[in-house]
């Protein structure tokens, strides 16, 4: 348990669908992130959120929409994905600024059919 | 070529041997991270390090970030089936808070 909570873990959805990835931290932090993992590619940062405010979108596609209402909580909003969405999406949060270890959540796996 | 390389991509060792994975960056890193992942779960952090030289350890894990901050090794010494599981190093390149992370290394540990 790192503090740091995902739900749900898993998710199946169509290519129409749309849905919502939730994620909690307990640590105090005010650093939040979107990462999404493929199979035989590097953890690949998405959106990056310090004190609420969004700091990085790393040319993420307009069909991935994160939403962060307070320090503690972030979404990321999906609709209309593609089978190459598939993957494990992890959150994590730290102290903002440099230095600070991200503890990670345990990630929600996404199947896209 | 990838920003940041790890080595081997996979590893199986006998239990109770020692072993070492590398992390090789192309820049200067303002840190470097080392985490471990269950298949398909969260990262759990092991260790940070931010000076050259410097070297950490926690129970039989020992990491070096070398003097020129380039490279970085996670050694393990007396393997443990415990310690099976894909080890991940993350760089800090940019002074911030925005990690790069290599594609990993699955470490199986054989009785």
Same mark, same amino acid.
């Given at each position: 348990?790192?503090?740091?909570?995902?739900?749900?873990?898993?998710?199946?959805?169509?290519?129409?669908?749309?849905?919502?990835?939730?994620?909690?931290?307990?640590?105090?932090?005010?650093?939040?992130?979107?990462?999404?993992?493929?199979?035989?590619?590097?953890?690949?940062?998405?959106?990056?959120?310090?004190?609420?405010?969004?700091?990085?979108?790393?040319?993420?596609?307009?069909?991935? &929409?994160?939403?962060?209402?307070?320090?503690?909580?972030?979404?990321?909003?999906?609709?209309?994905?593609?089978?190459?969405?598939?993957?494990?999406?992890?959150?994590?949060?730290?102290?903002?600024?440099?230095?600070?270890?991200?503890?990670?959540?345990?990630?929600?796996?996404?199947?896209?059919? | 070529?990838?920003?940041?390389?790890?080595?081997?991509?996979?590893?199986?060792?006998?239990?109770?041997?020692?072993?070492?994975?590398?992390?090789?960056?192309?820049?200067?890193?303002?840190?470097?991270?080392?985490?471990?992942?269950?298949?398909?779960?969260?990262?759990?952090?092991?260790?940070?390090?931010?000076?050259?030289?410097?070297?950490?350890?926690?129970?039989?894990?020992?990491?070096?970030?070398?003097?020129?901050?380039?490279?970085?090794?996670?050694?393990?010494?007396?393997?443990?089936? &415990?310690?099976?599981?894909?080890?991940?190093?993350?760089?800090?390149?940019?002074?911030?808070?925005?990690?790069?992370?290599?594609?990993?290394?699955?470490?199986?540990?054989?009785?």
């Amino acid at each position: 348990e790192t503090g740091v909570t995902q739900t749900p873990r898993h998710l199946v959805m169509g290519m129409t669908n749309k849905k919502s990835l939730k994620c909690e931290q307990h640590l105090g932090h005010n650093a939040m992130y979107w990462y999404k993992q493929s199979a035989k590619k590097p953890l690949e940062l998405m959106f990056v959120y310090n004190f609420k405010e969004q700091t990085e979108n790393n040319s993420v596609p307009s069909r991935f &929409s994160p939403e962060c209402p307070n320090s503690s909580h972030l979404f990321l909003h999906l609709h209309t994905l593609q089978p190459e969405d598939s993957a494990l999406y992890l959150c994590a949060s730290s102290q903002a600024g440099p230095g600070g270890e991200q503890y990670f959540g345990p990630g929600t796996r996404l199947t896209v059919t | 070529s990838q920003e940041l390389e790890q080595s081997p991509q996979s590893l199986i060792v006998q239990e109770g041997k020692n072993l070492t994975i590398n992390c090789t960056s192309s820049k200067t890193l303002y840190g470097l991270y080392w985490y471990k992942q269950k298949y398909g779960e969260g990262l759990i952090f092991l260790m940070m390090l931010q000076k050259g030289g410097e070297e950490k350890s926690h129970e039989k894990i020992t990491a070096k970030l070398d003097e020129k901050k380039q490279q970085s090794s996670l050694h393990i010494t007396a393997s443990q089936p &415990s310690h099976a599981g894909i080890y991940l190093c993350g760089a800090d390149m940019r002074g911030n808070e925005k990690l790069t992370f290599g594609t990993g290394t699955r470490l199986t540990i054989i009785p």
